[in-house]
């Protein structure tokens, strides 16, 4: 059983910054990949950024490659995502998402069974 809940989404101007938080239920065995994907209106939803649960491996799309961070703390508990020089391109829905095996494409949001409900985010002009 895995349940994932988002939070820090909210509105902010272009070029400043916001941290998603994800909080993780359920044994980490269970979501041994993790990510962040987002989906804005009229758009397929496009991983952004993915983590290896016990590797600590990460991956990007190249259109937020440098500027965002994914990590999670120790316990495995919380995944975050940190956005910097945010673009007004990056307002979208973002969904927290686990799967139960590694994934060797962790940013195909198919590879993906658990999801967050998301938490927007609208960077302005």
């Known amino acids: 059983q895995v349940q994932l809940v988002e939070s820090g989404g909210g509105s902010v101007q272009a070029g400043g910054s916001l941290r998603l938080s994800c909080a993780a239920s359920g044994n980490p065995y269970n979501r041994q990949t993790m990510g962040w994907l987002r989906q804005a209106p009229g758009q397929e939803r496009e991983g952004v950024a993915a983590?290896?649960?016990?590797?600590?491996?990460?991956s990007y799309s190249d259109s937020v490659k440098g500027r965002f961070t994914i990590s999670q703390d120790n316990a495995k508990s919380t995944l975050y995502l940190q956005m910097n020089s945010l673009k007004p391109e990056d307002s979208a829905m973002y969904y927290c998402?686990?799967?139960?095996?590694?994934?060797?494409?962790?940013?195909?949001?198919?590879?993906?069974?658990?999801w967050g409900q998301g938490t927007q985010v609208t960077v302005s002009s």
């Open positions: 998402a686990a799967n139960d095996l590694w994934a060797r494409q962790p940013l195909a949001q198919s590879k993906y069974t658990y």
């Open positions: 983590i290896y649960t016990f590797e600590g491996g990460t």
